[in-house]
């Protein structure tokens, strides 16, 4: 599904990614473990293409497809979603006009409002989210907590092929990291993938990881399976470092 | 009522000083001219002395000489802009192609666009205007055009006509009561509530597609008004210069919401001048959308005439290539008690200039008064320009004044944010600006926020 060579990216003067490479078929999930400045939300946003974040060598595959020259939301059609780190506050445009916006322009159909309306609600109940929020501003005034599951919100919404859930458990609370897995679980089938950022194994619960990476430097060091989320969370990362 | 009057004139006029306008004697609008647009009409007699005491006041006022430029307006040439009908064309094919076309894009039907440019009386709408009428009638609320006023309802009109806003005001209040022409009247007796909002828009015809006209509005005590002016639509006229005047009188407890969209081709200059004057425990509401027109100057306001009297005003106002729209608001509070809302958001983009620009004076007759005052401005591009001069006047006790402005331009991480789930570029930007407005849209009547929302579309495509 996703097919990443030798990427190198990097944002103003500053190279972050050196020479990534990753494969992730569909059906399985993998976790990107790494210290804080190790490259892992670059990642994200160059594989959604961020402008921020220059491709100086490398590639990223989609479905076979170089994705290399498309467009951010081109690439979102085709199927890639990421729940950010910082979900932006959008004043003036609702949750559910935004979702809504954002079906459309996925699925390429016309959405109808009613059916759209009730599913929302549905999905909504399920992530244990107030169905007011529908109606307000797009993570205006919501919590880090209530913005995550927002996130989650989206993704269920969207059903995209492939997602990318940066830090989704950061910042919250026990029951919350709860809510967001098994939102995460539910989305989960063997026709899509998911590659997951996290600092804390608790988000992995009840989900079936397949892959684990060390990210260090703007490098994979290390791959395994999820064994090597238990061994980082005793052990820290020091273990892997590379001595150049 | 004199003292608030010259209140609010200090309040606007301050800057006005020695600059001694080049445009000294305006030579082409005479005596005569005046008298026969006074015949031509049948005004009664003390209408055509109002009318020549206003043409002697408007020669002794210079043009203003802050805020926008606007000595492009050839004021030798003033004849031309206030011979009757010489504004009109008579001629769909004379009407700009860019006006044409975004008629057809906002879906406006055929008879209307031919009316909005001033070539056609408006066939559709007439139907609903007259059931409309009956109902009205029914419950003793006036609502008719001035001249008929003038005529059959002339103590009223004799009353209150041009008393908020005095021809000595301003070099164009000045103008537009020598030359005034066309406009709506609305009275509403005491405890009427008038449940369906009035729209000026069905009474839009050739003969006043508005360059002069005069809204007067009086809602008796305890009664209630929705009036809505114009339409989102350009209007397009030949001449370039409105000089439109909005007196609003709203008595002790009685609600008035006067909605407006201004939306003039791109060769006008607009200078139009309203207010509201409120009594006792009554409330003003102003939601006010300017778009078009070269040049811009407009500040509702609104004087707290009595104890506990309330104001609210909700603004957009979106500069494009070549505009200078210099808009805001007024508030004078003269009461104890009042309290006024101050909302706006502006737009500029491709070089568009866009101010906000309001006065809030407290007057020493008004402890506890209470105004907040809200006003954010995006900027599309480098090139456009945005300022915010709030000016604050207070002398009454005890005074809660809020202010809190920002300038600022559309989040590059948010449209990212946008375009990660799936939303072209184009659109994304297009959401955030729309989204920007959505507590003025709010406000407006449904088919106007609609329209407003595609007027944005239009205004942003192929720009961003």
Not at chain 2, 39 to 64: A, C, G, H, Q, V
Not at chain 2, 308 to 335: M, Y
Not at chain 2, 350 to 378: D, I, M
Request: glycine residues 8%; contains cysteine.
């Amino acid at each position: 599904m996703l097919e990443i060579e030798n990427l190198h990216v990097r944002a103003g003067d500053k190279e972050i990614l050196r020479g990534l490479s990753l494969k992730v078929a569909a059906g399985e999930i993998h976790v990107i473990l790494g210290p804080n400045g190790s490259g892992k939300s670059t990642l994200m946003n160059a594989i959604l293409g961020h402008p921020k974040y220059e491709v100086t060598d490398g590639k990223i595959f989609f479905e076979g497809d170089d994705l290399t020259a498309l467009k951010t939301f081109e690439r979102a059609r085709r199927g890639i979603f990421l729940s950010f780190q910082n979900p932006e506050e959008i004043p003036g445009i609702t949750v559910e006009n935004m979702l809504r916006t954002s079906k459309q322009a996925v699925t390429g159909d016309k959405i109808k409002i009613l059916q759209f309306h009730k599913e929302l609600l549905a999905l909504m109940k399920e992530l244990q989210i107030n169905p007011e929020y529908a109606g307000r501003y797009m993570n205006v005034g919501f919590s880090g907590g209530e913005k995550k599951r927002n996130e989650i919100l989206q993704l269920l919404t969207l059903n995209p092929k492939l997602a990318l859930l940066d830090e989704t458990d950061s910042g919250l609370d026990v029951d919350a990291v709860e809510i967001v897995s098994s939102g995460v679980a539910k989305f989960h089938n063997e026709k899509n993938s998911c590659v997951i950022i996290t600092h804390n194994a608790q988000i992995l619960k009840h989900l079936p990881v397949t892959h684990a990476h060390i990210l260090l430097n703007g490098r994979i060091v290390k791959s395994g399976g999820a064994e090597l989320v238990g061994e980082v969370s005793e052990r820290g990362y020091a273990q892997f470092e590379v001595t150049p | 009522m004199k003292n608030y009057i010259a209140d609010i004139e200090r309040a606007l006029y301050d800057v006005r000083d020695a600059d001694k306008s080049i445009y000294k004697s305006d030579a082409g609008l005479t005596e005569e001219i005046i008298r026969d647009i006074s015949k031509r009409k049948n005004d009664p007699p003390w209408m055509l002395d109002f009318r020549l005491k206003s043409l002697e006041t408007y020669r002794t006022i210079d043009l203003p000489t802050w805020g926008p430029d606007i000595t492009a307006l050839n004021m030798d040439e003033i004849v031309t802009y206030v011979k009757p009908n010489a504004a009109q064309v008579n001629d769909w094919s004379q009407v700009p192609d860019e006006i044409k076309n975004t008629f057809d894009r906002l879906g406006i039907p055929a008879a209307e666009k031919k009316s909005l440019a001033g070539v056609g009386a408006q066939y559709d709408s007439e139907v609903v205007y007259h059931s409309v009428q009956k109902r009205l009638t029914d419950l003793g609320v006036v609502y008719t055009d001035m001249e008929t006023a003038l005529i059959e309802h002339e103590d009223i009109v004799r009353e209150y006509f041009m008393t908020l806003v005095p021809p000595k005001d301003h070099k164009f209040a000045a103008l537009h009561g020598a030359v005034w022409s066309g406009g709506s009247f609305v009275y509403v007796p005491e405890g009427v509530d008038v449940k369906i909002p009035l729209q000026s828009y069905f009474r839009l015809n050739a003969a006043g597609a508005g360059q002069f006209e005069h809204t007067l509005i009086i809602v008796e005590p305890n009664a209630k008004l929705h009036f809505i002016e114009g339409c989102s639509a350009p209007r397009y006229n030949v001449t370039n210069l409105h000089a439109g005047c909005v007196e609003l009188f709203v008595k002790d407890g009685a609600r008035l919401r006067y909605s407006t969209i201004e939306n003039w081709s791109r060769n006008m200059m607009n200078l139009n001048t309203k207010r509201a004057l409120v009594e006792r425990d009554g409330l003003v509401e102003w939601v006010s959308g300017s778009f078009g027109s070269h040049v811009s100057m407009l500040y509702p306001c609104s004087v707290l005439h009595g104890d506990g009297a309330r104001c609210e005003f909700t603004g957009v106002t979106f500069a494009g290539k070549g505009q200078n729209l210099d808009t805001g608001a007024i508030v004078v509070h003269a009461a104890p008690n009042t309290s006024a809302n101050i909302n706006t958001r502006t737009i500029s983009k491709s070089g568009g200039a866009a101010t906000y620009r309001s006065a809030v004076k407290v007057t020493k007759n008004a402890p506890h008064a209470k105004c907040s005052v809200n006003c954010e401005s995006l900027m599309l591009d480098d090139e456009s320009r945005s300022d915010t001069l709030p000016v604050m006047d207070i002398e009454g006790d005890e005074a809660d004044i809020g202010h809190e402005a920002k300038i600022g331009r559309i989040s590059e991480e948010a449209v990212f944010y946008l375009m990660a789930r799936g939303i072209s570029e184009d659109e994304a930007r297009a959401m955030i600006v729309r989204g920007f407005v959505e507590p003025i849209a709010k406000e407006l009547p449904l088919e106007y926020a609609v329209e407003m929302n595609n007027l944005i579309s239009l205004e942003l495509e192929g720009q961003l």
